[in-house]
T-cell receptor, first 115, second 113 residues
Framework: GNSVTQMEGPVTLSEEAFLTINCTYT??????LFWYVQYPGEGLQLLLK?????DKGSNKGFEATYRKETTSFHLEKGSVQVSDSAVYFC??????????????FGKGTKLSVKP | GAVVSQHPSRVICKSGTSVKIECRSL??????MFWYRQFPKQSLMLMAT?????????EQGVEKDKFLINHASLTLSTLTVTSAHPEDSSFYIC?????????FGPGTRLTVL
């Protein structure tokens, strides 16, 4: 079936460290891929997305490239800040979803950045 | 961006009672809203898709008589957990679709004693 697997957390980094959160997916067809971020006490917010192979999504210094050959969409940031501390969710959406194209989420990865 | 609110943010109830959770799109109209459930250290699991003016579409394994969904207006969907039991304790999150993007509410923590 369709699923998303992302690295388990928590991930703890020092400020200005390099961040990678791995995400791989299994899907029929050609899904769109997303990263959502959930700051403490808030709802999920779209961080970035990519809709086709080799697309790169980017926002707020975060990047992820849609790799069809490895079915991956790893999230990266060159220099994290304390304010990046949050839970990050990788997700996919099928082009022709049975539930009107609903999102399928990974389990989330908690990131803590220490000053 | 578009804002989705949920109320209450946290609720504690006794076993056997019913609890209603509201989801509102504050600055846009949403014909489609989604209800998710999140267990600790688990991903968000879609429970149902709520369509304004029609019956909700439930995912496999979700009891429609237990989780009643009403989407009576373009800005409000409600989820009622009927005859709640401790195993219904969870984090419930709604989202609303707007211009091909989903916007999420902050979630409701339900604890059933």
């Amino acid at each position: 079936g369709n699923s998303v697997t992302q690295m388990e957390g928590p991930v703890t980094l020092s400020e200005e460290a390099f961040l990678t959160i791995n995400c791989t997916y299994t899907a029929t067809g050609y899904p769109s891929l997303f990263w959502y971020v959930q700051y403490p006490g808030e709802g999920l917010q779209l961080l970035l997305k990519a809709t086709k192979a080799d697309d790169k999504g980017s926002n707020k210094g975060f990047e992820a490239t849609y790799r069809k050959e490895t079915t991956s969409f790893h999230l990266e940031k060159g220099s994290v800040q304390v304010s990046d501390s949050a839970v990050y969710f990788c997700a996919l959406r099928l082009a022709q979803g049975g539930s009107q194209g609903n999102l399928i989420f990974g389990k989330g990865t908690k990131l803590s950045v220490k000053p | 961006g578009a804002v989705v609110s949920q109320h209450p943010s946290r609720v504690i109830c006794k076993s056997g009672t019913s609890v209603k959770i509201e989801c509102r799109s504050l600055d846009f109209q949403a014909t489609t809203m989604f209800w998710y459930r999140q267990f600790p250290k688990q991903s968000l699991m879609l429970m149902a898709t709520s369509n304004e003016g029609s019956k909700a579409t439930y995912e496999q394994g979700v009891e429609k008589d237990k989780f009643l969904i009403n989407h009576a207006s373009l800005t409000l969907s409600t989820l009622t957990v009927t005859s709640a039991h401790p195993e219904d304790s969870s984090f419930y999150i709604c989202s609303a679709r707007h211009h091909d993007e989903q916007f999420f509410g902050p979630g409701t923590r339900l604890t059933v004693l």
